[in-house]
DNA sequence: GTTGATTGTTACCTTAATGTTATTAATTTT
DNA sequence: AAAATTAATAACATTAAGGTAACAATCAAC
């Protein structure tokens, strides 16, 4: 995901907070949505999903503990994270904010610096909880995100057109697919290759995942086998 | 980090409390350390190095504050958490007690409920606070705070972009990253640099913490393994 | 079994991608 | 402002991925 697409709410009653703030999320490049009390901040993030939330405690009207109660009811905000405002030495909204499903807080006064690490840092964990996007088939692992695959226990790196061969035949095991459709899908179809690429890649692969993995189907194209 | 692993250090004149706050933390599973006196609480905090020092204001010898005084300007006690025991209404003790560096106090009666919960809730600060601004990938530590790392024990600085470099690799070891999404977390997508930018970087940095520290994946990007 | 088409194999070549170094520009520090 | 450090780039070297040609092996049909 990348920055820009990023949305912080900010809820604080003080507008001078608001505008110190925001200025440095949006200075980072962050999408910045603020409001004023508890209740415009609950409703805002309803509305908008952000995926952070500020919230200072002390709030006339809905204070920060109870808006944050009612935001992690919401199913659509189970996994926004919730950074509290205290002033030092506020144990008990310390205390009482993590109860309320806060993931952290933050000291007043604000320093523009700790603040953008801190965001930075929570939002760092948040990207961290999306799976991995792998492929399993049978013993064989293919690990998109790094580029490469455990076959029998052995990790293998390969290069790129075996890769996204292999990632293709495999994604279908049993699946014959006719030669037209794997330049389409690994070349691209203004690529204009040799009759004996598809070929010699396979070969390669059968070097490094064992002969019986691929099978020919002569006059069609090739398949992986489990 | 793991709660037995937490060291709690307990410096009060009275027995009786020194046992039913020692036992209640031990059940808790926190490791538990015990002094009689501020000297020797200075002393075992020395030598201990615990994460969490629960002082008494009022003791003979070495009163709570001076103890604390002590502490704060030992180098290796910087971060650890520091919470006083008063007496309910000794209101001196609390600003005095902040004045020497404390982080948060406990009045007594002492309730075993709330003194455990507070604890907890302390050392959560302590973890989130250490955690959110260092990265640890084997024997490499990234300390995104101050801008350096340490590598095989060896403290290092880094400049800017090769910090950020570095730290994005390996803030997901074993990732390859792509061109594309180094040079929009690292240098931002609208900043256009030349096409040997990140060669040369990662170059630098291969010198700096070793060759294979980082694995070319051709025609894809980089990645760091551990 | 022969034949022709299709695929396998090997070695080699080309080139895109990356590595390297030196130099210049920009930035920070003093 | 000078010095030192860092960043970017240009120019060249190196690497290995990817492609190809040439030939061998296979299979299917007759």
């Known amino acids: 995901m990348k920055k820009k697409d990023i949305k912080i709410l ?44 500020i919230l200072d405690v002390m709030m006339p009207e809905m204070d920060g503990i109870e808006a944050c109660e009612i935001i992690r009811k919401n199913p659509d905000l189970e996994n926004t994270i919730v950074t509290f405002l205290t002033a030092r030495g506020e144990d008990y909204s310390q205390v009482a904010g993590f109860d309320a499903g806060a993931d952290d807080y933050i000291t007043k006064p604000i320093k523009p610096k700790v603040l953008v690490s801190k965001v930075k840092a929570l939002l760092r964990r948040f990207k961290e909880e999306d799976v991995a996007d792998t492929l399993k088939v049978g013993s064989l692992v293919i690990n998109r995100d ?25 994604s279908k095991p049993g699946k014959v697919f006719k030669r037209d459709e794997i330049l389409d899908s690994v070349w691209g179809n203004e690529v204009v290759v040799g009759g004996r690429t598809i070929d010699v890649h396979i070969r390669k692969l059968r070097e490094k995942l064992g002969d019986k993995s691929f099978k020919t189907i002569k006059g069609v194209g090739y398949k992986f086998v489990d």
């Open 10 to 53: 900010l809820v604080d009653d003080e507008p001078d907070i608001l505008e110190i703030v925001g200025y440095n999320l949006s200075n980072e490049g962050y999408q910045v949505i603020t409001a004023e009390n508890g209740q415009e901040g609950v409703k805002k993030a309803k509305k908008e999903l952000p995926h952070l939330i």
């Open 146 to 170: 790094e580029y490469k695959i455990i076959s029998k226990g052995k990790e293998l790196v390969l290069p790129r057109k075996e890769f996204e061969l292999l990632s293709l035949l495999a």
